[in-house]
């Protein structure tokens, strides 16, 4: 399941910093689907290859937001969590199901 995390607060306040997707998103950057890597420099060079599949940046509507996978939860529980608790600490906007939200939204625009 995929979560959206909308940077407007549910009294519709635009969230702030202007750019806490990145540093929401930057420190989970090291959560990523295990792959089998032939060396240390390829490992190495995979990490830094910007932000988490699990967590990522986006702009949707006009706002900052951040698209959370529920599978980080398979790697680290308490990553997955904190996510979802600083979402909710925040009154965040938080839209569950996102994958099929937009498959309605795909449908009804066609």
């Not at 490992?43 to 988490?52: D, F, L, T, V």
């Not at 509507?61 to 909710?88: C, H, K, P, Q, Y």
Request: glycine fraction near 4%; hydrophobic fraction near 40%.
């Amino acid at each position: 399941m995929k979560y959206l995390i909308k940077g407007v607060t549910t009294s519709g306040a635009v969230f702030r910093p202007s750019d806490w997707t990145d540093r929401l998103c930057s420190v989970f950057a090291q959560f990523r689907p295990t792959t089998h890597l032939r060396s240390i420099n390829e490992a190495h060079n995979h990490k830094m290859q910007g932000y988490s599949t699990y967590v990522m940046p986006a702009f949707v509507d006009g706002v900052r937001s951040v698209i959370l996978d529920s599978r980080l939860g398979d790697i680290e529980t308490l990553a997955l969590e904190f996510v979802l608790n600083f979402a909710r600490d925040n009154d965040l906007t938080v839209i569950e199901n996102y994958e099929e939200v937009l498959q309605v939204e795909e449908t009804q625009a066609a």
